[in-house]
């Protein structure tokens, strides 16, 4: 199996890039955002790479960092959820990103990748929601994990997306909120913190 490869990049095409080892062109698949990420042709490149074996073909799909990598694992633990649907998720969200969105509950961030609808968008965000603990949060998400956990966290980020907030705004606003006042914080509180949060 191939975890990383270290080289020469050769080419990059819209959804690929060709890393030369050692004389030998390595064709590796790699979401819009990593391609992005990438040298010039011509300049040393290293990727980690996941490795996928089949009975027709053997794939390797690049990622520029590791984060990114552990994403499209757990990505593609999801059914419905292919090798071409976990990059194009990893091609409009960053990591933190998507940690957010399953932390939120954001089925429509998801679902901005394509070949994601919304009932793919929240099956994703409903079995990862577990999964996420056991990666690396970011800031504002491990900082409001605690207080987002009551129902009336929950309740004051529906208020502020029935009045028109997206959800990941929303969940963001109100988990600013939580942290200032406590757990335990009233609903009217916390809606009323949210809104100011959101205004700023």
């Known amino acids: 199996m191939i975890a990383r490869l270290s080289g020469i990049l050769g080419e990059v095409g819209e959804d690929f890039a060709i890393i030369d080892v050692g004389g030998v062109g390595y064709l590796i698949f790699c979401s819009a955002r990593s391609l992005s990420r990438m040298p010039a042709v011509g300049d040393a490149v290293r990727v980690e790479v996941e490795t996928h074996v089949r009975e027709d073909h053997i794939h390797l799909y690049g990622f520029i960092d590791t984060a990114e990598r552990s994403w499209f694992r757990l990505l593609t633990t999801v059914q419905g959820v292919g090798a071409r649907v976990g990059l194009a998720i990893l091609s409009v969200l960053t990591a933190d990103e998507l940690v957010q969105a399953v932390a939120a509950q954001d089925k429509a961030a998801v679902a901005r990748a394509n070949g994601v609808g919304p009932k793919l968008a929240g099956r994703i965000v409903t079995e990862l929601r577990d999964k996420v603990g056991g990666m690396a ?3 504002a998400v491990s900082t409001a994990a605690g207080p987002l956990t009551d129902g009336n966290s929950e309740e004051a980020i529906s208020a502020l ?3 028109g907030y997206a959800r990941g ?3 963001n606003a109100v ?10 914080a009233a609903l009217e509180t916390l809606i009323r913190t949210g809104l100011q949060e959101m205004s700023q």
Do not use: C, H, I
């Open 161 to 163: 997306v029935n009045l």
């Open 169 to 171: 705004d929303a969940f």
């Open 137 to 139: 949060l970011g800031p």
């Open 175 to 184: 988990a600013k909120a939580g942290k200032q006042l406590g757990e335990g």
